[in-house]
C-alpha cells in the first residue's frame, strides 16, 4: 500500500505492535515526530511517553514507551525500547505505586549515581502516567 508504512514496536520481552498504519506520532528526543509514509530516513533517540499509531483501518493503537531507539526508513519505523507497554494494559495503581516508591529513592539516595538512577525512574514513571492519562481521555 503506497498510502501506509509499516510499523513494528518492540520491547526488551516481545513484539508490541507491527502491522501498517498511516501515521506514528511520538516522543522524540527534541520533541514530538509525526511519521507519514515515505518519511525521509532518521535514527533517533526517543523519550519515555505515548506512539500513538494510526492504523491502515482507520483505528488507533497506543503504546507507552519507557525511552528508546527509533528508526525511519521510507517504507518502514521500527521503535526499540527496553519497556513498552500496551495503552490497554497500563494500570494506575501499579504506576501511582511505582512513581511513588521512585520519589522515596529520591528522597533517600545518597550518592550522585543513586540520584541520577532515581530521577530517571521517577521521569518514567511520570510519563507514564500521563501517557495513561492521555490514553484514557481518548476512550
Not at 43 to 62: Q, S
Not at 89 to 94: I, T
Request: hydrophobic share 45%; net charge negative.
Amino acid at each position: 500500500m503506497a498510502n501506509t508504512i509499516r510499523v513494528d514496536v518492540v520491547s526488551a520481552e516481545e513484539s508490541i505492535f507491527s502491522g501498517e498504519a498511516k501515521f506514528v506520532a511520538l516522543p522524540g528526543e527534541a520533541g514530538e515526530l509525526g511519521i507519514f509514509p515515505r518519511h525521509t530516513p532518521l535514527i533517533t533517540r526517543i523519550r519515555p511517553g505515548a506512539v500513538r499509531i494510526e492504523t491502515a483501518d482507520g483505528g488507533e493503537e497506543f503504546v507507552f514507551v519507557a525511552g528508546g531507539i527509533l528508526e525511519v526508513q521510507p517504507d518502514c519505523v521500527t521503535v526499540l525500547s527496553d519497556t513498552a507497554i500496551r495503552g490497554k494494559d497500563l494500570d494506575d495503581e501499579k504506576a501511582a505505586a511505582a512513581k511513588s516508591a521512585a520519589e522515596e529513592a529520591l528522597k533517600n539516595a545518597k550518592s550522585e549515581i543513586d540520584i541520577a538512577m532515581a530521577q530517571s525512574e521517577l521521569a518514567v514513571m511520570a510519563a507514564q502516567l500521563a501517557a495513561l492519562r492521555k490514553y484514557r481521555q481518548k476512550k
